[in-house]
């Protein structure tokens, strides 16, 4: 069974702080993995990994993908009250054209 | 910009009613898919279609249906709806190997 899996669940920082948001997969073809935010409504997408070791950055957010290990990280530096979101992972699973998605990190930002 | 619209935002219907959620993107997409969000639980894929009149289980197909008819509209039926169907419903659609996109979705709630 295709599997993605989020840690943690849940994360409470303070503004200014970096965060790291972790995804692990488990899936029988993989193609890329998927970073999306989503606040009260429909996610919104971050990155696209299709390649390991390449660094995708937007701003304050980057994302880096491990193949050998089943990996990504989501990294945001100088958090911001407008961060506080749920950031889910999915994974394009080739030849099914199946997108499975992980539980998701809910992130929540303190000023 | 990539347009994915579902028919309502919010639908209260009672148990045993058949209830129909509709989807329909202006993009052109090959796939399209119907996830269920519940709290814990992240996204969990009901079905998808890669294709006009095809379709394919996800991991929780039990209780639904669906239909495509047309590329641009992807229905999902509850045949009989039940109280354990309450959920917020994703549409979201993509080209092959390609990020999707989502609706702003429904919450369902059976009574």
């Known amino acids: 069974e295709d599997k993605v899996v989020q840690s943690p669940l849940s994360l409470v920082v303070h503004e200014g702080d970096t965060v790291t948001l972790n ?35 937007s701003g304050r957010l980057s994302s880096i993908l491990d193949k050998k290990e089943l990996f990504s990280i989501l990294n945001i530096t100088a958090t911001q009250t407008g961060d506080s979101a749920v950031y889910l992972c999915a994974v394009i699973i080739q030849g099914a054209q199946k997108l499975v998605f992980g539980q998701g990190t809910r992130l929540t930002i303190n000023p | ?85 309450t959920s917020m419903y994703l549409c979201a659609s993509c080209r092959v190997g390609s990020e999707a996109f989502f609706g702003q979705g429904t919450r369902l709630t059976v009574v």
């Not at chain 2, 197909?61 to 008819?69: A, T």
């Open chain 1, 23 to 57: 995804c692990s997969y488990e899936v029988t073809n993989f193609r890329s993995l998927l970073w999306y935010k989503q606040e009260k409504k429909a996610p919104t997408f971050l990155f696209m990994l299709t390649s390991s070791g390449i660094e995708k950055k």
């Open chain 2, 1 to 85: 910009d990539v347009k994915v619209t579902q028919s309502s935002r919010y639908l209260v219907k009672r148990t045993g009613e058949k209830v129909f959620l509709e989807c329909v993107q202006d993009m052109d997409h090959e796939n399209m898919f119907w996830y269920r969000q519940d709290p814990g639980l992240g996204l969990r894929l009901i079905y998808f279609s890669y294709d006009v009149k095809m379709k394919e289980k996800g991991d929780i197909p039990e209780g639904y249906s669906v239909s495509r008819e047309k590329k641009e509209r992807f229905s999902l039926i509850l045949e009989s709806a039940s109280t354990n169907q």
